[in-house]
């Protein structure tokens, strides 16, 4: 083994391990390879940049313009019509028309652009013939992959193979030599959902699934119709004259104010800012009992007289200021007060992020790396700090800078817990008051023992006296909602549902949204849309308390609640798909014709033989732009740059492997081992070693890494590179066994009410029969010899 090979294989297993292991993105990854070649001397600085240039990339990144181009024609709705008419309102042969529709447009448009654009389809479909969109989604995601195995142009798998085959001098693969194979596969594919695949998909109640997206039944299915109940502000209350924000029920209940209703006329979904008046009559969404728990806290008694018990604390306790670093785990993060105080043994009273200074609802602020946190604790505590990497400079204030800079208004409080309260034996960690009110809890006093910054999980027994820091005013909000009426019947005024004042809408995330990852509260749909998410489907259970703190991701089904002309809107931003529009979206179709002839000619173009696919993908992707079919700004949205930058970036891997001797060292060591077995079986085992790897590595690479090995091992058994490479190319593309192998099958996760095990379930027998069918018609078109 030389060096070069020994360097080439520590790259290798080191990609490998950040792919399986999604410590780092999967584009940086392939970055961090591609430079560890270059400045290890591996492949020169131009091979090392080369895969930007390569027509494989282009070709990729100008099929992306082509998919968004005939989506954005009206092609979804006429496929979604031809779908109707020719499949009527059986089971099997809608679930039949519905796989090849989306395997026929696969074969030209990348899979999960295909995915994008048949999800809404196959949700209307299934609206209209009252079969449960769960018995089509899967398959929808298991055709997008079987179609791509029948072109070139399919999937990038297919461009790099056959780019890897005319780097090695080999007879690349044309436009339609994938065809016979990949048809085979998904015809195969076909027949076995329409008629046995089926019935291994989730079994749901008919009754229940075929209306569950009607406006009704999406609040049943969401368990939203029993969270809903009615409050009544007293006269006099002190939450009169503040408005809804102050109020706190929402940051503090976690509750959402779907109406109000004032002197027989109604709000609907009223603003934050709306100033609550005595008599106002509100209909909230939320947990009753858990604002019952809240309101518990107002039993809490100020002690007027325990200065001894503050001066005490008050020696103890210091102040410092501390910078989030660069590399701080807190960055991007909400602040969670309990879990800074449990990881830090410190408290956040305020966040200053150049000149601005935050000093309330800081739970609601997303921290950003050189944010300067005003911390409080005890020395011992605060020195620590400087051990644990999340803090760049840490330093005293004074005085003048807390008076000047910060204007802390915060008093010290000596409340009492009544000893026969029911908030004995509880935690004030558990209770949210620190993220809804800031309170923070500075020490204990009991039985004469004083305790100075206990943990969250401190329990909190009657006659207690607690010491806590805050605002005076948040005292008065907390007793506040203590005086609030909880009524039994909901007004017949606020049927807001039933009087179409409001409307519920289903919506996933889009390819590429820049939401994922996002917390709900960081995302703000109130201010962004003018609409409430009130409940996110998640591995097939809906998830309704918490949702401020929740990072959204690419499988979700989100429910939002908001009058119907914002919700209406909703169907032209390109960050969502919207499952179920209150307004059927009306999209101007005449440029389908266009954008068919472009696709058309690109094909003619390759097929005669007058443009290379790269060539003719731009002058198509040009040709789209052109044509108005998109602008220029779309154009350029829809390119999935991820996977733009991991081709690139791991195409000088399979260089360095060719041409350092690491694909012939490989192949050696494999052949040692299993070449007695013969031809077909070491292509059977490089079939079911690359499907399996699909699983932990993106597929991209998985090919970049596959090909060399695979033309080397032809060489030396002297069989055509061409077959082997064939089902490298196949197995790539049947990643069926896991929502995570492929990002369309995760994409239709959450609207289909999808768990982990229906993958499994279903995914793995129809990878056995892809493999099946493969290897057999593999003998008829692509023999050996």
Not at 615 to 633: F, I, K, Q
Request: glycine fraction near 8%; include cysteine; charge should be neutral.
């Amino acid at each position: 083994m030389t060096q070069d090979i020994a360097l080439c294989l520590l790259i290798l297993a080191f990609a490998v391990i950040m792919f399986a292991t999604e410590l780092l993105r999967m584009d940086l990854v392939a970055l961090l390879v591609m430079c560890m070649l270059a400045v290890t001397g591996v492949v020169t600085p131009p091979q090392a940049l080369a895969g930007f240039s390569d027509e494989a990339v282009i070709t990729v990144w100008a099929m992306f313009i082509l998919s968004e181009g005939l989506t954005r024609s009206g092609s979804g709705q006429i496929v979604s019509r031809r779908i109707l008419q020719l499949a009527g309102r059986r089971e099997g042969p809608v679930i039949a028309t519905v796989m090849l529709a989306g395997g026929a447009l696969s074969a030209f448009m990348p899979t999960v652009g295909v995915a994008a654009l048949m999800l809404p389809v196959a949700v209307e479909i299934a609206r209209r013939t009252e079969i449960p969109a769960s018995r089509l989604l899967m398959p929808l995601a298991f055709a997008a992959l079987l179609g791509g195995m029948t072109t070139l142009i399919g999937t990038p798998p297919n461009l790099l193979i056959s780019g890897a085959l005319a780097a090695a001098g080999e007879r690349p693969f044309t436009l339609f030599d994938f065809a016979p194979v990949g048809l085979g596969a998904l015809a195969a594919g076909t027949i076995f959902m329409a008629f046995a695949g089926r019935r291994l998909l989730p079994q749901k109640d008919p009754g229940l699934e075929a209306h569950q997206r009607s406006q009704r039944n999406l609040r049943t299915q969401y368990g939203l119709q029993d969270r809903n109940f009615m409050m009544r502000v007293p006269d006099g209350s002190v939450l009169v004259g503040r408005t809804l924000a102050d109020s706190r029920l929402v940051s503090a209940a976690g509750m959402i104010v779907i109406a109000l209703e004032r002197r027989n006329k109604v709000d609907a979904l009223p603003s934050r800012t709306t100033v609550i008046q005595g008599g106002d009559r509100l209909l909230v969404q939320g947990r009753l009992e858990r604002f019952e728990e809240l309101r518990r806290w107002s039993e809490l008694v100020i002690e007027r007289e325990a200065p001894v018990l503050q001066a005490l604390v008050s020696e103890r306790i210091r102040l410092v200021e501390a910078s989030v670093a660069e590399t701080s785990t807190l960055a991007k993060d909400l602040l969670h007060h309990a879990e800074f105080r449990r990881r830090f043994n410190a408290n956040v009273l305020a966040i200053r992020r150049r000149d601005l200074v935050r000093r309330v609802n800081l739970a609601y602020v997303p921290l950003r790396a050189g944010d300067r946190l005003l911390l409080q604790g005890e020395e011992e505590a605060l020195a620590a700090l400087t051990t644990t990497g999340e803090f760049g400079e840490i330093r005293t204030i004074t005085e003048e800078e807390l008076r000047d800079t910060y204007r802390m208004q915060e008093r010290l409080f000596v409340v009492r817990v009544p000893r026969d309260s029911v908030l004995g034996g509880q935690t004030l960690g558990r209770s949210r008051l620190g993220d809804a009110f800031d309170f923070r809890l500075l020490a204990t006093f009991r039985e004469g023992g004083l305790r100075i910054m206990p943990p969250p999980e401190e329990i909190i027994l009657g006659g207690d006296l607690l010491l806590i820091q805050g605002r005076p005013e948040d005292l008065d909000v907390m007793r506040g909602l203590q005086e609030l009426q909880v009524e039994d019947h909901v007004s017949p005024n606020l049927n807001i549902f039933e009087s179409d004042r409001l409307a519920t809408l289903e919506a996933t995330l889009a390819p590429q949204s820049p939401l994922a990852g996002k917390t709900v509260n960081e995302l703000n749909f109130r201010d962004r849309y003018g609409l409430e998410l009130v409940a996110v489907w998640r591995s097939g259970k809906a998830l309704r308390t918490g949702l401020d703190k929740l990072a959204l991701q690419f499988g979700d089904a989100l429910l939002l609640v908001g009058p119907r002309q914002k919700l209406a809107l909703l169907n032209d931003d390109p960050d969502l798909l919207v499952l179920t529009p209150v307004m059927l979206p009306v999209t101007d179709s005449s440029r389908a014709p266009l954008a068919a002839l472009v696709m058309a000619g690109i094909v003619g173009s390759v097929l005669l033989g007058w443009l290379t696919i790269g060539v003719a993908a731009v002058l198509g992707a040009t040709a789209m732009v052109l044509g108005r079919c998109l602008t220029m700004e779309q154009a350029y949205r829809a390119i999935e740059w991820r996977a733009v930058f991991l081709i690139a970036g791991t195409l000088p891997l399979g260089t360095a492997m060719a041409e350092t001797g690491t694909a012939q060292y490989l192949a050696t060591q494999m052949l040692a081992a299993i070449g007695g077995l013969g031809p077909w079986a070491i292509i059977a085992g490089l079939y079911v070693v690359t499907a399996l790897a699909t699983l932990v590595i993106p597929t991209p690479a998985l090919v970049v890494l596959m090909a060399p090995i695979c033309i080397t091992a032809s060489r030396e058994l002297g069989i055509a590179p061409q077959t082997s490479l064939m089902a490298i190319a196949m197995a790539a593309s049947s990643a069926f066994a896991t929502p995570i192998a492929h990002p369309a099958n995760l994409m239709v996760m959450g609207p289909g009410g999808y768990r982990f095990g229906d993958y499994v379930r279903l995914g793995v027998p129809l990878m056995l029969i892809v493999f099946a069918v493969v290897m057999v018609l593999l003998q008829v078109f692509w023999p050996i010899d």
